[in-house]
C-alpha cells in the first residue's frame, strides 16, 4: 500500500479523525469528545449528503444503494476534498469518516495530511450482534452472513491499521467510558503537539 502506519511524533498537529466498522459508536463517541474539549465536530458523511444534493435530503445508504458505490465513492471524494472547510482556519475540529472511507485511496489523500488519524477498535462478536439485533445492512444479507462480515472486518482493519496513528480499543465499553480513553488519546496528541492552549481548561482534570 502507498500509505504508511507510523507512530504521531507531533508532526501532523490539526484535526482528530475519528474511523472504524460500522456500530462501533465513532459518531456518538466523536459528538461526546468534541464535547468534552469544547471543539466543533463534523461528520465527513454530512458533507457527502450535501455534496450529492444540498437542496434534499439523502442519507449516505440512499446515495449508495440508488447511485451505485463508484458514485457514492465520487460525493465522498469531492466531500473530502473540502476539508479543511472555508473559514475554519486555524480552528481545530473532531472529524469522523464512514466505515468504508479508509477504503477510498483518493478520498484518503486529501483526509490523511489534516491530522492525527485515531481507529476506535471494538470487539468484532460485539460488533456482529449490534448488527443482528438492527438488523443485516444489504452487503450482509446473503448467504453465511456471519462469514462474510468476519472477512470483511480482516480485510478492513489491515486498511484502518495501516492508516492508523493510533487505536482505541474500546472492547464493549459504555459510550460515558469509551470516550474518557479516547479523550485521553486525544489529550496525549495535544501535548505531544504542543498545541494545547485554548483547548482544555488548564485546571480541568481526566476522569480516573
Known amino acids: 500500500m502507498e500509505h504508511k502506519n507510523r507512530e504521531n511524533k507531533g508532526e501532523t498537529p ?18 461526546l469528545l468534541a464535547e468534552r474539549l469544547e471543539l466543533p465536530f463534523l461528520d465527513l ?5 450535501g455534496v450529492h444534493d444540498s437542496s434534499r435530503s439523502y442519507s449516505c445508504q440512499q446515495i ?13 471524494t469531492a466531500a ?5 472547510l472555508p473559514g475554519c482556519t486555524g480552528k481545530r475540529f473532531i472529524i469522523t469518516l464512514g466505515d468504508e472511507t479508509p477504503e477510498n ?10 491530522g492525527e488519524l485515531i481507529y476506535i477498535r471494538e470487539d468484532p462478536d460485539l460488533l456482529l450482534s ?16 456471519e462469514e462474510i462480515f468476519f472477512s470483511q472486518f480482516t480485510e478492513r482493519e ?14 464493549g465499553k459504555p459510550l460515558e467510558k469509551a470516550v474518557i480513553l479516547l479523550e485521553q488519546t486525544a489529550l496525549h496528541s495535544f501535548l505531544v503537539s504542543g498545541e494545547m492552549t485554548g483547548v482544555i481548561n488548564e485546571e ?4 480516573r
Open 64 to 76: 449508495h444503494d440508488q447511485y451505485g458505490a463508484e458514485y457514492f465513492k465520487q460525493c465522498e
Open 80 to 84: 473530502a476534498k473540502l476539508l479543511p
Open 14 to 31: 490539526g484535526h482528530l479523525i475519528l474511523f472504524g466498522m460500522q456500530n462501533c459508536g465513532k459518531t456518538s463517541l466523536g459528538r
Open 45 to 49: 458523511e454530512d458533507l457527502i449528503e
Open 130 to 145: 449490534k448488527i443482528k439485533t438492527k438488523g443485516f445492512p444489504p452487503e450482509l444479507r446473503m448467504e453465511n452472513p
Open 204 to 207: 480541568r482534570k481526566i476522569e
Open 105 to 114: 485511496r483518493e478520498a484518503m489523500k486529501y483526509i490523511q495530511p489534516l
Open 158 to 171: 489491515q486498511i484502518y491499521r495501516s492508516y492508523a496513528h493510533k487505536t482505541v480499543f474500546i472492547q
